[in-house]
């Protein structure tokens, strides 16, 4: 069975840095592309950053870029998303997914609260 | 980037009755490769999103049949034959086409 399980949320000051986790069990991680995607409380869903298979092709969000670095590790089988230079817009539950584009395989989410 | 716009943004149904979702891209979501990457999510109260369906109309294990996709192009609809008190929640259309990777604004399905 499929599972994806994220961990590294929580409570932290605007311009700080947090590192996001994703154990994956169940299926062989390293021949699946992996995403990060996010929900602002009370909003709808916001697409992150993905990651190839082999860790060597990744794409962010254009607002995201230079703050947010996504990365892998095949041989643990986990998936990254550190965030630096926090804001308070970054606050949401983050999910990660499992290849986005044919695949019903998310977490449950990891609540990030940035606040002073 | 595309812009996926849904509508209507809220539907009320009464337990039996059809429900149907608009999709509409800003682009043709139609791949290099001749697929479609159009999927649909529920997501209900208080959970994580939920992938029923993909590639336009491919339904995932377990999601009930009376979940269909259909379109083409720039134009998706998701119906629901019968709607039943559980599938209170946001519905919404992502593309996986192109990046960035784009969501509707969702569709809240509430019973009426």
């Known amino acids: 069975e499929v599972q994806l399980l994220e961990s590294g949320g929580g409570l932290e000051q605007p311009g700080g840095s947090l590192r996001l986790s994703c154990a994956a069990t169940g299926f062989t991680f390293s021949d699946y592309g992996m995403s990060w995607v996010r929900q602002a409380p009370g909003k709808g869903l916001e697409w992150v950053s993905s990651i190839n298979n082999a860790g060597v092709n990744k794409h962010y969000e254009d607002s995201l870029k230079g703050r947010f670095t996504i990365s892998r590790d095949n041989s643990n089988n986990m998936l990254y998303l550190e965030m630096s230079s926090l804001r308070v817009e970054d606050t949401a539950v983050y999910y990660c997914?499992?290849?986005?584009?044919?695949?019903?395989?998310w977490g449950q989410g990891t609540l990030v609260t940035v606040s002073s | 980037d595309v812009v996926m716009t849904q509508t209507p943004l809220s539907s009320s149904v009464t337990v039996g009755q059809p429900a149907s979702i608009s999709c509409r891209s800003s682009?043709?979501?139609?791949?290099?490769?001749?697929?479609?990457?159009l999927s649909w999510l529920q997501q209900r109260p208080g959970q994580p999103p939920r992938v029923l369906i993909h590639?336009?109309?491919h339904r995932f294990p377990g999601v009930p049949d009376r979940f269909s996709g259909s379109g083409a192009g720039t134009d998706f609809t998701l119906r629901i034959s019968r709607v039943e008190a559980e599938d209170v929640g946001i519905y919404y259309c992502m593309q996986a086409t192109e990046f960035p990777r784009t969501f509707g604004q969702g569709t809240r399905v509430e019973i009426k």
């Open positions: 682009q043709s979501l139609v791949h290099s490769n001749g697929d479609t990457y």
């Open positions: 590639k336009i109309s």
């Open positions: 997914a499992m290849q986005l584009w044919d695949s019903d395989h």
